[in-house]
């Protein structure tokens, strides 16, 4: 079946810090992948996509690969704010289901000044 | 373009009560999916609905159910509410047409449901 899974938090890290939240999947078909951040108190924002493999999604800094080889979409930043403290998702869509989404369970980020 | 809207923000019910929460997609927007937000279980996948049809189901027992309505706005209902379905409910919509590409889903701020 598919899942995703990605590291757990929490993750403290200085403001200008390099960030990495890792994400694995494991799918049956061929899927798409997501990174959702959610900030306090508000629902799911899409922070960036990819469609198939070697494509990078990227959006405000954040960069994410995906890489069919190890299954991974592994999380970037080179240089975090305290405005990126959020939690964070990773969640695949396949086809195959429909339009079900699967998600990690998500990594909270602090950033601290 | 107004974003999805879920209303209520918050809720409190008691144990064995029923709950409505209702999901007003974006304009154009035929899918509406439903998600349940716990700290121990992560967001799991309730079920979509797509022009009025359940089109995917996750796995949650019968209590849980949900419609969809000709304007595209959904509603779920949880009956016989158990201290185990405080939760923040999520509603995704998204055009929900397939084919060979996803279909981002707009997510909305959710109802916080508390069952005391």
Same mark, same amino acid.
């Given at each position: 079946?598919? +899942?995703?899974?990605?590291?757990?938090?929490?993750?403290?890290?200085?403001?200008?810090?390099?960030?990495?939240?890792?994400?694995?999947?494991?799918?049956?078909? @061929?899927?798409?992948?997501?990174? @959702?951040?959610? @900030?306090?108190?508000?629902?799911?924002?899409?922070?960036?996509?990819?469609?198939?493999?070697?494509?990078?999604?990227?959006?405000?800094?954040?960069?994410?690969?995906?890489?069919?080889?190890?299954?991974?979409?592994?999380?970037?930043?080179? +240089?975090?704010?305290?405005?990126?403290?959020?939690? @964070?998702?990773?969640?695949?869509?396949?086809?195959?289901?429909?339009?079900?989404?699967?998600?990690?369970?998500?990594?909270?980020?602090?950033?601290?000044? | 373009?107004?974003?999805?809207?879920?209303?209520?923000?918050?809720?409190?019910?008691?144990?064995?009560?029923?709950?409505?929460?209702?999901?007003?997609?974006? $304009?154009?927007?035929?899918?509406? $999916?439903?998600?349940?937000?716990?700290?121990?279980?992560?967001?799991?996948?309730?079920?979509?609905?797509?022009?009025?049809?359940?089109? !995917?189901?996750?796995?949650?027992?019968?209590?849980?159910?949900?419609?969809?309505? $000709? !304007?595209?706005?959904?509603?779920?209902?949880?009956?016989?509410?158990?201290?185990?379905?405080?939760?923040?409910?999520?509603?995704?919509?998204?055009?929900?047409?397939?084919?060979?590409?996803? !279909?981002?889903?707009?997510?909305?701020?959710?109802?916080?449901?508390?069952?005391?």
């Amino acid at each position: 079946g598919n +899942s995703v899974t990605q590291m757990e938090g929490p993750v403290t890290l200085s403001e200008e810090a390099f960030l990495t939240i890792n994400c694995t999947y494991t799918a049956t078909g @061929y899927p798409s992948l997501f990174w @959702y951040v959610q @900030y306090p108190g508000e629902g799911l924002q899409l922070l960036l996509k990819a469609t198939k493999a070697d494509d990078k999604g990227s959006n405000k800094g954040f960069e994410a690969t995906y890489r069919k080889e190890t299954t991974s979409f592994h999380l970037e930043k080179g +240089s975090v704010q305290v405005s990126d403290s959020a939690v @964070y998702f990773c969640a695949l869509s396949d086809k195959n289901t429909g339009n079900q989404f699967y998600f990690g369970t998500g990594t909270s980020l602090t950033v601290i000044p | 373009k107004a974003g999805v809207t879920q209303t209520p923000r918050y809720l409190i019910k008691t144990r064995g009560q029923q709950v409505t929460l209702s999901c007003s997609p974006i $304009s154009g927007h035929r899918s509406v $999916s439903w998600y349940q937000q716990t700290p121990g279980q992560g967001l799991q996948f309730l079920f979509e609905y797509f022009s009025e049809t359940q089109r !995917n189901k996750g796995n949650f027992p019968g209590r849980f159910s949900g419609r969809q309505f $000709s !304007n595209s706005r959904s509603e779920m209902n949880v009956s016989t509410l158990e201290l185990g379905d405080s939760a923040l409910y999520l509603c995704a919509s998204s055009l929900g047409t397939g084919g060979l590409s996803y !279909n981002e889903q707009f997510f909305g701020p959710g109802t916080r449901l508390t069952v005391l």
